[in-house]
Every structure is written in structure tokens, then in C-alpha cells.
């Protein structure tokens, strides 16, 4: 008996990153490229709703759902997705995707709610298999699963005249910003610390029973995210956008002081900390951004998406794909791939955020778009190929077991 390398198809569904991060990558692209598209002329429609569309159901959620699908499994001790769950999860975000490069928008955010629901569905059942609670920061991973089906369905009934232009809005804030926003504090809590290596941190996630501890955290986790959701409907309904900025800033600044303290960082001048902190550092800043610039929203919002949202993405996709594939111990090194990408996307961030406040703003859009495409393909051509790889040492409880227990064949 000799057992055989397991397949890329097999590998996929025991672990969803190895299909949709390349996936995600690519539509990150194209809908970044869509601006010199526009400002050239080539394209002659504004692609304002498509580019988003691309950015967060697309290349955001893709990664989401490829970290989601693989993490969350083994961290409650539960099954790995099974191919009959995962396909249909890969057709119905490359349909979406699809539906919104052919400006079918509603179309599009329908079938974005049914592949959340769907990719739900099969988390919910693992969820009554397992045998371990979630960290308790993942109550925001809920709430941000909500904010994104709730947004599409609101923004998707209020472009029919269902519902006022007021929902329609706070659709739009839910999916373009709280969405992402609540994942990345609910997931982020759990791995930035320890991408940090932040001392005494990392124990205290470590309990997955109904512990007091464990309550506590859950409970500190849905306070600000209350807060959160309360800040958006301040901007929406109440028409104050600065008051809004002001809770909206101060709590995500407090819980991540709490619960990542990056000052507290050993060696923050290394890869992985110092991308981590910049981008903490962007989000708080874009977050804040409105206190001083209160015209410049579409400004402020991009510092948040580019050097907060896109630059964490990148880092734990480094570190989910080098994990998975038998290069773990790459992650602590230097990593050039993501020290050009942190750094181009940086400077993107920049130039996006000051092309707002200028009249050559199609110029500097465009360099922006360019810098943050070129750091996605330095990115994917150095840290993608790797998702081919199995980790030759994953065994046990973890997704690929199943994966190489069914490749195990004789000969
Ligand atoms: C790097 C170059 C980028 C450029 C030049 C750019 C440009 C723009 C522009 C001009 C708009 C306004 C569209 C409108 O409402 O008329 C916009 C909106 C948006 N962009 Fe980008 N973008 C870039 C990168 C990104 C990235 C990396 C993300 C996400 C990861 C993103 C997500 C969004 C979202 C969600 C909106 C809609 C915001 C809203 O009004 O709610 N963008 N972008």
C-alpha cells in the first residue's frame, strides 16, 4: 500500500482558501482596473457600483469565505467542508461576480445573499457537530455575516422603490463597510496577537467553553459592535456623519486597544507586525478621517479599504496559504513579496486619498490603481502558486486529513 499526493480538486474542499483566494485575487484586479479603464476612455460607462461590487463581494468576500471555510471547522473541532458544499459555494461567487461585470446589480446582490446564506447553512451544521466553542470575538463575525446579507437584500430592495432611499443607503453602509469591518475586528482579534506574538494575549482566546472569561470577551465584543451599528444608523437616519465618524472611530480604536494592543508589539519593525500595524494604523486613521475632512468621504473610506482592509487581507492570506502548504516557517522571516506589496499599497493609499482633494484626480486615481494592482500580482505570483502545495505535516483533526485519507490509495 503506498499513499498517492491528494489532488488540487481534493484539496479544495477540505480547505476553500486554495481555490477562492486565487479567485478573490482576480476579481480584486479587475475591479481595480476599471478606473484607468474608465479614465482612459476604453470603458464609457462609470463603473461606480460595479468597482464596488468587484472590491467587496468579489475580492473581499472571497477571501472571507476562503479563510471562514477553512478556519472555522477546525476551530470548533468539526468536519472540513465536503466537495458537494464547497462547489456550489465557488459557482455562486464567480456567478455573482459574473452578474456584476454585466451590470445586473440586483441580480448580483441577490445571488451574493444566497451564497452567504448557503456558505451559513454549512457552517450552522458544523456548528451542532462541534465540540468546541468559537473564540468569543467571532460574535462579530456574526454580526458582520448579518450587516452583509442585510445590506445586499436592503440595497438590492431599495434600487427597486421597496423601500426608501434612507434603507437603501444603510444597505449600502452594511455591505461596503460594515461587513468587512466586523469580520476583520472578529477574526482579527483572534490571529493579529498572535502575528504580533503580543505576550499574554494569545492564552486568553485560547478557552472555547461558556466560560465566565469566555462570556466576558463575547460580551465586550457585542458592546462595540452595537456601538458600531449604532454609528452607522446615526449617519444614515439622523443625517450626522461626524458624530457618526466620532463613535464609529473611538470604539473600533478602544476594542482593538484592548484587544491588540500594538504598542505592546516585541519587534514591530519585522514583516508581518509592521504590515499589521500599518494597516490597524489606516483603519484607525480612516476611520477618523471625516473629523477632518468631512467632504472627502469616498477619501477617508479608501483609507480604510486600501491600507486597512486590502493590506490585512494580504497579510493573512500570506499566512493561511504558507501555513497550509508546508511553508510555515517562511511567515517569520522577511517575506519580500509582502514587504513590496505593504509598501506599494501604502503609497496607493496615499496617492487615492490626496487625488480627491486635487483637479488632476483621474491621474493620481490612476497611479493609485496601478500601484495596488502591481502589489497584488507581486503578491499572488510569489504567495499563490504555493496554494497547490498540501502541508505535508497536516494530520489528524485538520482539513487535510480527509482529503489525503481519500487520496491514500494502492498500487
Ligand atoms: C486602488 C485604487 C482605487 C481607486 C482609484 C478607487 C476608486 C473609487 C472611486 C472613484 C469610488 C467612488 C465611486 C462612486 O461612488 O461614484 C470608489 C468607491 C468604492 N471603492 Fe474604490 N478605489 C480603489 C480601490 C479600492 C479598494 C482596494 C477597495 C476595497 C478593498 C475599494 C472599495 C470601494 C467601495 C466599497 C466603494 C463604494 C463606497 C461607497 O460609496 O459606499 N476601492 N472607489
Given at each position: 500500500m503506498k499513499a498517492t499526493r491528494p489532488g488540487f480538486l481534493q484539496l479544495c474542499s477540505a480547505e476553500p482558501f486554495r481555490i477562492f483566494f486565487p479567485l478573490a485575487t482576480l476579481l480584486g484586479i479587475s475591479g481595480v482596473s476599471l478606473w484607468p479603464l474608465f479614465f482612459s476612455g476604453i470603458h464609457e460607462f462609470y463603473p461606480g457600483v460595479m468597482h464596488a461590487r468587484l472590491m467587496i463581494e468579489g475580492f473581499l468576500s472571497g477571501y472571507v469565505l476562503g479563510f471562514l471555510g477553512t478556519a472555522m471547522p477546525r476551530l470548533l473541532s468539526a468536519p472540513p467542508l465536503r466537495a458537494a458544499e464547497l462547489w456550489p459555494l465557488v459557482v455562486l461567487h464567480a456567478l455573482c461576480a459574473g452578474l456584476h461585470i454585466g451590470h445586473q446589480v440586483v441580480a448580483g446582490d441577490v445571488v451574493f445573499v444566497v451564497l452567504l446564506l448557503t456558505f451559513a447553512g454549512c457552517m450552522i451544521r458544523r456548528i451542532h457537530q462541534r465540540t468546541e466553542l468559537p473564540p468569543p470575538g467571532f460574535v462579530l463575525v456574526g454580526m458582520g455575516y448579518l450587516c452583509g446579507v442585510a445590506g445586499a437584500l436592503l440595497w438590492a430592495a431599495g434600487s427597486k422603490g421597496w423601500v426608501s432611499g434612507n434603507w437603501l443607503l444603510f444597505g449600502g453602509l452594511l455591505?461596503?463597510?460594515?461587513f468587512v469591518l466586523y469580520l476583520l475586528l472578529g477574526v482579527g482579534t483572534f490571529l493579529l496577537p498572535r502575528f504580533l506574538a503580543l505576550p499574554g494575549i494569545v492564552l486568553m482566546d485560547e478557552e472555547r467553553t461558556a466560560s465566565p472569561g469566555w462570556r466576558r470577551?463575547?460580551?465586550f465584543a457585542l458592546s462595540a459592535g452595537v456601538l458600531i451599528l449604532a454609528s452607522y444608523c446615526i449617519e444614515t437616519f439622523l443625517l450626522a456623519p461626524?458624530?457618526?465618524a466620532i463613535l464609529?472611530?473611538?470604539t473600533v480604536i478602544a476594542f482593538l486597544g484592548v484587544m491588540v494592543p500594538i504598542h505592546r508589539t516585541p519587534a514591530p519593525?519585522?514583516?508581518v507586525p509592521l504590515a499589521v500595524n500599518l494597516a490597524l494604523l489606516s483603519l484607525a486613521a480612516g476611520l477618523i478621517f471625516p473629523l477632518f475632512w468631512p467632504g472627502q468621504r469616498a477619501a477617508g473610506l479608501h483609507v480604510v479599504f486600501l491600507?486597512?482592509?486590502?493590506?490585512i487581507t494580504f497579510t493573512v492570506g500570506t499566512r493561511v496559504?504558507?501555513?497550509?502548504?508546508?511553508?510555515?516557517h517562511l511567515f517569520q522571516g522577511r517575506l519580500p513579496a509582502l514587504q513590496i506589496a505593504a509598501a506599494l499599497i501604502m503609497v496607493g493609499t496615499v496617492l487615492r486619498a490626496i487625488g480627491d482633494f486635487l483637479i488632476t484626480r483621474a491621474t493620481w486615481l490612476n497611479w493609485a490603481s496601478a500601484l495596488w494592482m502591481l502589489a497584488a500580482v507581486v503578491w499572488a505570483c510569489a504567495i499563490l502558486p504555493k496554494v497547490r502545495h498540501a502541508d505535508p505535516?497536516?494530520?489528524g483533526t485538520c482539513a487535510g486529513s480527509r482529503a489525503k485519507a481519500a487520496a491514500a490509495t494502492s498500487h
Open positions: 455591505l461596503n463597510q460594515a470577551r463575547a460580551l461626524q458624530p457618526a464609529r472611530g473611538v519593525w519585522k514583516t491600507g486597512g482592509f486590502s493590506l496559504v504558507l501555513g497550509h502548504s508546508g511553508f510555515g505535516e497536516d494530520s
